[in-house]
């Protein structure tokens, strides 16, 4: 669902608070209750820009943080994220970026840098406060204050609009309308990437991804529509950049 490479990650960090059914956890000899969001597609993502430490609450009705995550370049030329939590944490997006060295042998190559990501699933927002993801797997989640400078917003629509391409890993129909009628099934392992046009709520209109129209050849009528999400899930692989 984007550019990544998996690399050993240096963190100290845990994550906490939401919705329902909360969980337990001792820390610092303290019993924490943790609360898990239900698993849903979201609103969009917040994507950190490491310009200063980023304050963490429990809920949107905290005054004060519970703890801060903040970042630190180390000198080989990974990111080091930190708190004072000793847990590890699995946002929508985590990378350390390019090593020195790594980064070297890439522009060698005629590459560019992989910089560090950090990027939360936005699942509720107030006046003042985003409530974010901090682990996929759990659906645990913080506050995050807006109006931070260190932080961008942005919906899930602006992202498919702008992504380089989609495409599917799974089997799908394509309809000449949403709720229209089926024109072209997907049921092989094809590779087709798209670009999308225009979106209307779950409904996505795709054309042929510009420069990539060979993945397509014989498969005339795979343009159309096509549905990007259901209740609980994004149901494509959305790729925003790629590195050549």
């Not at 610092?28 to 820009?49: C, F, Y």
């Not at 963490?56 to 000198?75: I, R």
């Not at 709720?179 to 392992?189: H, L």
Request: net charge positive; with cysteine; hydrophobic share 40%.
């Amino acid at each position: 669902m984007k550019v990544e490479r998996t690399m050993q990650i240096f963190l100290f960090l845990f994550v906490l608070l939401s919705c329902t059914r909360p969980t337990q956890l001792n820390y610092m000899n303290q019993d924490i209750k943790l609360h898990r969001s239900p698993a849903t597609v979201g609103l969009g993502t917040l994507s950190a820009l490491f310009l200063q430490p980023v304050p963490l609450y429990y809920t949107a009705n905290d005054k004060l943080p519970f703890d801060t995550l903040s970042f630190e370049k180390t000198p080989n030329g990974v990111m080091l994220y930190k708190t004072t939590l000793l847990k590890s944490f699995t946002p929508y997006r985590l990378s350390v970026g390019d090593s020195d060295k790594e980064a070297s042998a890439h522009i060698k190559m005629g590459l560019v840098r992989s910089p560090a990501a950090l990027v939360f699933r936005v699942v509720a927002e107030t006046d003042l406060f985003y409530q974010v993801v901090l682990n996929e797997k759990t659906f645990e989640t913080v506050a995050l204050k807006k109006n931070q400078e260190n932080l961008i917003y942005e919906t899930w629509e602006h992202l498919l609009l702008r992504a380089e391409y989609v495409n599917f890993n799974t089997q799908y129909e394509v309809y000449d309308k949403p709720e229209g009628k089926i024109i072209f099934k997907k049921t092989g392992r094809e590779f087709f990437p798209y670009k999308v046009e225009e979106i209307k709520n779950e409904w996505m209109k795709v054309k042929k991804g510009p420069g990539r129209e060979f993945n397509f050849a014989g498969y005339e009528n795979a343009e159309g529509w096509v549905k990007w999400k259901n209740e609980k899930e994004i149901v494509i692989r959305i790729t925003e950049y790629t590195i050549e």
